[in-house]
């Protein structure tokens, strides 16, 4: 049986310490060192207030039984803060002052909410900022992050039990059916155009705060069909699948998953039991993905998520573990996700992110995240979820073909802070469409077009790349691990950094012929 109780009490003292504990101060209840301690940011990152439902939480473990009457107090300083910081002008900053962004308003109130819930202690004290956390999240709505939008009406939901005149019925419901509409027929949500499994963990675990809290039938349904897809995944992958997720995440928070432990389908309680055996049950390695998560999304959602696991986990008889099916090999045709086995050896390709791929065996991996183009300080990647990206074939044969993306770094510097600090004193979150489009969403440059087929034969994989447009001044080379998109909680350290291939033998052989880069590589399987 998995055991959280080892990693959340290493990890407490580092939550404990990005919150400010001095009552005799204005500032107590801030969980942003960087603000009220570092003084390096100008403004308190909202966000991060989920750190007090972590304490919350964490009181209800028996080893912190000791100082369960501190954790609640602490856990009220937080709320306090927050409803303090609600109620100004340009409220819900996350990255910038002013910014009213959607992800600290839906997971900071979420959090917030369920924290008074939990206390029952009444609205009253902090009616005016609760009215407008709850108007907002009514107003806005956030279809390329569904993990956002979902958190944002479990955010209502504990708002409408809390108080229902806070949430008008007809709108939930409005909102309702359009944020059940993102998720697709193979069951994962779209997060920045494709399936990425740690968002997807994210959701589900608000998917059950919303069961929770309405009885609504649909989000048991949505979170069943949810792990569903991340089941399969996981368990073909044996761990995390990391790059190959739309948003580069390795992490995968385990409350979701654990509440499934919990049904009356022993099917599904056999799933989430080796799902949760294969993620969780090295913890206490230090090459595992908690540890390499930074301090920030601890005291964001993975800290409570840890938690809320563990009080599940507490209930439960343990049992021995079933032993690991084999995943049958199929293209999903609408996440471009290819799952397929060789004897020993499993393969996962990511098509729609130019046809990245995993090959694995035991202790033994290979990956390849394609190619880099550089040409005059430009950069053209083939590693970017795109869906215009077109592929077609088998599991064991699969044609992918699309343009690279263009990418060129973006160096953080005064002038470009004071503009941002400057308009958006003046729009707010109107400006984040511009920044995501600078940032994140990039559209693929038709200069170069790229094919790579992929055969998965008896004795060996073959990787056959060719990259046309060339004018002859380009250099190419081989991508590393990192992905050029920008996603704040990726880019976190992964042994894969330092080594992309393990225990396998691979030869690459390539040339450019006129105007066309082509490359052949050959993985022996034997």
């Given amino acids: 049986m998995v055991d959280f109780h080892p990693i959340i009490g290493s990890v407490l003292p580092r939550i404990l310490t990005q919150l400010n504990r001095d009552p005799n101060t204005l500032h107590y209840g801030s969980f942003d060192r960087n603000w009220w301690h570092y003084k390096i940011r100008d403004f308190s990152s909202i966000i991060l207030q989920q750190g007090g439902y972590f304490l919350e939480m964490a009181a209800d473990l028996p080893e912190f039984g000791g100082n369960r009457a501190q954790f609640r107090s602490f856990a009220d300083a937080t709320v306090d803060f927050w409803a303090g910081r609600a109620v100004r002008r340009g409220a819900f900053e996350e990255y910038y002052p002013w910014e009213d962004g959607y992800p600290p308003l839906a997971f900071s109130t979420l959090a917030i909410a369920k924290i008074i819930h939990r206390k029952g202690t009444g609205t009253t004290r902090h009616s005016d900022a609760l009215r407008k956390a709850a108007f907002k999240l009514t107003q806005r709505f956030e279809p390329q992050a569904a993990n956002q939008q979902i958190a944002g009406l479990a955010a209502l939901a504990v708002l409408k039990k809390l108080d229902p005149g806070l949430v008008n019925n007809p709108k939930f419901e409005h909102l309702t059916v359009k944020t059940l509409a993102l998720q697709s027929e193979e069951g994962w949500f779209n997060e920045y155009d494709g399936p990425d499994l740690g968002y997807l963990s994210v959701s589900l675990d608000c998917l059950w705060d919303l069961y929770d809290y309405t009885g609504d039938p649909r989000f048991y349904d949505s979170a069943e069909r949810a792990f569903s897809f991340l089941s399969r995944l996981v368990i073909h992958r044996r761990g995390s699948i990391g790059m190959h997720n739309a948003r580069n995440t390795d992490y995968i928070v385990p409350y979701g998953i654990c509440r499934f432990l919990q049904s009356e389908n022993q099917e599904l309680v056999n799933s989430a039991r080796q799902v949760a055996a294969v993620l969780y049950s090295g913890t206490d390695s230090p090459l595992h993905f908690f540890h390499a998560t930074d301090d920030r999304y601890w005291s964001h959602y993975i800290g409570h998520s840890v938690v809320r696991a563990q009080l599940v986990l507490d209930k439960i008889k343990p049992e021995h573990e079933t032993k690991l099916p084999v995943i049958e090999p199929s293209v999903m045709k609408q996440s471009g996700m290819v799952v397929s086995s060789s004897a020993e050896h499993r393969i996962i390709i990511s098509c729609l992110k130019g046809g990245i791929l995993t090959l694995t065996n035991q202790d033994d991996y290979f990956n390849d995240f394609g190619w880099i183009v550089f040409d005059h300080g430009k950069q053209f990647v083939t590693h970017w979820w795109t869906p215009s990206t077109v592929f077609s074939g088998s599991p064991d044969d699969i044609r992918i073909s699309g343009h690279p993306v263009p990418f060129r770094e973006n160096t953080s510097t005064p002038f470009k802070h004071f503009v941002l600090r400057a308009v958006s004193y003046f729009t707010g979150h109107k400006i984040i469409s511009l920044l995501k489009n600078l940032l994140i969403f990039r559209k693929s440059d038709p200069r170069y077009a790229f094919t790579r087929h992929i055969e998965l034969k ?66 022996k399987l034997h």
């Fill in 458 to 523: 008896e004795d060996m994989l073959v990787i056959t790349d060719q990259i046309s447009g060339l004018k002859g001044s380009e250099l190419i080379v081989k991508a590393p691990r990192f992905s050029k998109r920008h996603v704040a909680s990726a880019d976190s350290f992964h042994p894969e950094d330092m080594e992309m291939v393990k225990g396998y033998n691979v030869e690459t052989e390539s040339h450019i012929d006129g105007s066309v880069f082509i490359a052949s590589t050959l993985v």
